[in-house]
């Protein structure tokens, strides 16, 4: 039987949608655990891609196992398929388990330390780095190569479903998530005849990776994963590279990318 984890925000009507969920469930067969060491097939979040990334670093020791599905109660809700009028849909689905599924690419995100100790995250979005309120100067490497040293506000790395995010923003191009990438964009670079850095959004492929080497007084730069905040480190160097593992969302019915990115920013249809 699977098993099924629902994860709400507080907001009342994410926790009235909760109720009406479970209430429909008991029309198919499943079983709705609470804990994680549960090992649910299903985690439904209920809120919006703040809540569908909170539940993502809650849950990421069952990533291959699992699959997610977001019921949008959020505001922008780029995650998340389903619109709360459509549970019962959603329930068939469930019941039904084809067990279809979309898989989305991470980030890989290596710290190491002055004190030569290392930790590693995993970001569903981006990591984004940044000074205050002095210059971020860093040292920046693509596959091991020296490429540029960069100075302004921070950087950004990005995963392709978080190309919508920060990335956007900064003017970062938005990627198909079928293409595995990793894109770094700038955020205020210094730019004159004597500091010069690429200025463009960069794009690389599964095979190459990036090193960020701050200078040392850009060492304790505030470090961003998704939207926690990492604290307390003094950076030597950050690889940054396509992750092994991936997301994987249901699909009982496909949401085309292109029609997410229309919704979510134009809103034309
Ligand atoms: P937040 O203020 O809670 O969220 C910022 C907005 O970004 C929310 O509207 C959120 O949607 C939306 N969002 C999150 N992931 C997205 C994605 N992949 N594509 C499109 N929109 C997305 O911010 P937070 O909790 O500190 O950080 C969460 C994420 O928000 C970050 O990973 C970053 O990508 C993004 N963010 C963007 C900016 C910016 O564009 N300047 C600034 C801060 C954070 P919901 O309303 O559905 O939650």
């Known amino acids: ?21 479970r209430e429909k469930l008991l029309a198919v067969t499943c079983q709705i655990v609470d804990s994680p060491f549960d090992r649910p097939d299903y985690i439904v979040t209920i809120g919006g891609d703040g809540t569908l990334l909170s539940a993502f670093h809650e849950f990421q020791d069952c990533l291959d196992k699992v699959q997610f599905i977001g019921i949008h109660t959020g505001h922008l809700g780029f995650y998340t398929d389903w619109l709360p009028d459509e549970l019962d849909e959603l ?37 984004s780095l940044r000074t205050f309120p002095s210059t971020m100067v860093c040292d920046i490497y693509v596959k091991d190569q020296f490429f ?7 950087l950004c790395v990005a995963t392709p479903t978080g190309s919508t995010g920060l990335n956007k923003s900064l003017g970062g191009a938005i990627i198909h998530p079928r293409l595995d990438a990793i894109q770094m964009t700038e955020m205020a670079s210094l730019n004159n005849r004597v500091f010069r850095s690429l200025s463009s959004p960069m794009v690389i492929p599964r095979d190459e990776w990036f090193t960020v080497r701050p200078e040392v007084n850009s060492r304790e730069a505030l ?20 992750a092994e593992e991936r997301l994987h969302f249901a699909s009982f019915r496909h949401t085309h990318f292109w029609d997410r990115v229309e919704e979510s920013f134009i809103g034309n249809k």
């Not at 470090?223 to 396509?242: A, Q, R």
């Open 91 to 127: 329930v068939k689905g469930i019941g039904n388990n084809d067990g279809k599924s979309t898989s989305y690419p991470l980030l890989r995100v290596t710290i190491r330390q002055t004190n030569q100790e290392e930790v590693s995250y995993l970001a569903l979005n981006e990591l």
């Open 223 to 242: 470090l961003m994963v998704d939207h926690l905040k990492i604290e307390g480190l003094i950076v030597e160097e950050i690889h940054l590279e396509l």
């Open 1 to 21: 039987m699977k098993k099924l984890l629902i994860y709400p925000n507080n907001n009342p009507q994410s926790l009235a949608i909760e109720a009406e969920l």
């Open 148 to 154: 540029e040293t960069f100075r302004g506000d921070g």
